[in-house]
């Protein structure tokens, strides 16, 4: 059966208002995130992608209440084939690794990291879109000061598309790379 929840996702658009909107929707009924996550990984349904904009704004305001849902989110992004999903699935990754790295706030297992390792390095190196990569480089960069092999490898690949890509992507590789070093 069909929530009243999932329907009101078909009148969700791209606008900042429209996603915040019923982000609120969820940070005010705190009961309907774990149908959020869920929907967001029921890829058959359409409404997925605009399931994931709203878990994005939902984990810039209550990235904790992801913590009991980590290993199921961490899991299951692999699966991920449409842009609209995956660009904010690789926002929530980002903060989710600057959380563990910097306040501690999230505690992610040791498969938890090396899943949103793979899936950034996927994300980098695959046809994906500026922003996700861009997420990706970053979350990266992060996981390198937990991982010392990261930092060698996200260097040669941004070094070596870097000539190939818009100025955003450039802007965030400068960024990156003098860290880096």
Same mark, same amino acid.
């Given at each position: 059966? %069909? ?18 909107? *019923?982000?609120?929707? +969820? /940070?005010?009924?705190?009961? /309907? ?6 929907? $967001? ?12 904009? %709203?878990?994005?704004? +939902? ?6 209440? &992801? ?18 999903? &995956? ?5 929530? $990754? ?21 899943? %949103? ?19 990706? =480089?970053?979350?990266? *960069?992060? /996981? ?12 040669? =690949? =941004? ?9 955003? *992507?450039?802007? +965030?590789?400068?960024? +990156? /790379?003098?860290?880096?070093?």
């Amino acid at each position: 059966m %069909i929530s009243e929840f999932q329907k009101n996702l078909n009148n969700v658009t791209g606008y900042r208002a429209s996603r915040q909107k *019923y982000a609120d929707e +969820v /940070l005010d009924n705190r009961e /309907l995130f774990p149908e959020l996550i869920q929907l $967001c990984f029921h890829t058959a349904n359409k409404n997925s992608s605009k399931a994931f904009w %709203i878990l994005e704004f +939902v984990c810039y305001q209550k990235l904790e209440w &992801i913590k009991e849902h980590l290993d199921f989110f961490c899991s299951q992004i692999k699966s991920l084939k449409d842009e609209s999903a &995956i660009r904010p699935a690789a926002k929530i $990754c980002q903060l989710l690794i600057l959380s563990h790295s910097k306040q501690k706030k999230i505690q992610l297992s040791e498969k938890n990291l090396e899943e %949103i390792t793979e899936n950034s390095f996927d994300w980098l190196i695959g046809d994906t879109k500026v922003a996700t990569k861009a997420y990706s =480089i970053r979350t990266l *960069y992060l /996981l390198g000061q937990h991982y010392d092999w990261i930092h060698p490898e996200l260097k040669t =690949i =941004i070094t070596k598309d870097f000539p190939n890509h818009s100025a955003a *992507y450039k802007a +965030v590789a400068k960024e +990156v /790379l003098k860290k880096i070093k």
